[in-house]
């Protein structure tokens, strides 16, 4: 069964703080996405990384792909209360099939 | 550049009645996929529409059916409501090619059955 694991599933942290969220998949995939979700809303792309060893980053995230391990990582730096929302990686079940697996997702709560 | 909208935001149906939901593209994506979530849950893959046709297919029964328009909007039609159906439909529009995948999201429609 392809499986999309992400840990923590909670995540409560304080502001100024550094934490990293994991995601490993058990797809051949060497695509991997990352989506942020706030509560009520729908799904807002946030990085995709097309390759082994792709690192994005924005402002204080930064995802990176390690297809042989089958892990992503999506990294926080001195996190911000605006960064409280649910976070979900995505890959592609089997290349070319455009059939996406989400991950469990990872509900960060930032405390000030 | 418009978004991907959906329609309804919100709808309520009982057990048994069908159901039809809208998607609008957004601007220049050729691609709709729809997904189902539930409460606390990641999105599930429904199916993928491409130039008209079904384009891969989740798990999910036949009750779930869609279509897409020639100017890409979409439909998901959703037959014999059960009320495990009760969850937030997504439909995501993408561009291909390029294929990176990207998914660009609605605001969803929530659809509750009681």
């Known amino acids: 069964e392809l499986k999309v694991e992400q840990n923590p599933l909670f995540l409560s942290m304080q502001e100024g703080k550094n934490y990293t969220i994991y995601c490993n998949y058990s797809?051949?995939?060497?695509?991997l996405y990352w989506y942020r979700q706030d509560p009520g809303k729908s799904l807002e792309s946030l990085f995709v990384?097309?390759?082994?060893?792709a690192v994005k980053q924005e402002g204080r995230l930064m995802a990176s792909l390690d297809t042989k391990a089958r892990l992503s990582t999506l990294h926080i730096t001195a996190a911000v209360h605006d960064l409280s929302a649910t976070y979900f990686c995505?890959?592609?079940?089997?290349?070319?099939?455009?059939?996406?697996?989400f991950g469990t997702g990872t509900r960060l709560k930032v405390l000030a | 550049e418009t978004g991907v909208t959906q329609s309804p935001t919100h709808l309520i149906k009982t057990r048994g009645q069908q159901v039809t939901l809208r998607c609008s593209s957004q601007?220049?994506?050729?691609?709709v996929s729809w997904y189902q979530q539930a409460l606390g849950q990641g999105p599930q893959f429904i199916f993928q529409?491409?130039?008209?046709?079904?384009?891969g297919r989740g798990n999910f029964p036949p009750r779930f059916s869609g279509l897409q328009f020639p100017n890409y909007s979409s439909e998901l039609n959703v037959n014999a409501l059960e009320l495990d159906d009760s969850a937030l439909y997504l439909c995501?529009?993408?561009?291909?090619?390029?294929?990176?995948?990207?998914?660009?999201f609605g605001e969803g429609s929530r659809l509750t059955v009681l």
């Open positions: 995501a529009s993408s561009s291909n090619p390029p294929h990176t995948g990207e998914l660009f």
């Open positions: 797809t051949t995939s060497d695509r």
């Open positions: 990384l097309l390759s082994n060893g």
């Open positions: 995505a890959v592609e079940a089997v290349p070319g099939t455009y059939k996406y697996i």
């Open positions: 601007s220049g994506h050729n691609t």
């Open positions: 529409y491409y130039r008209e046709e079904e384009n």
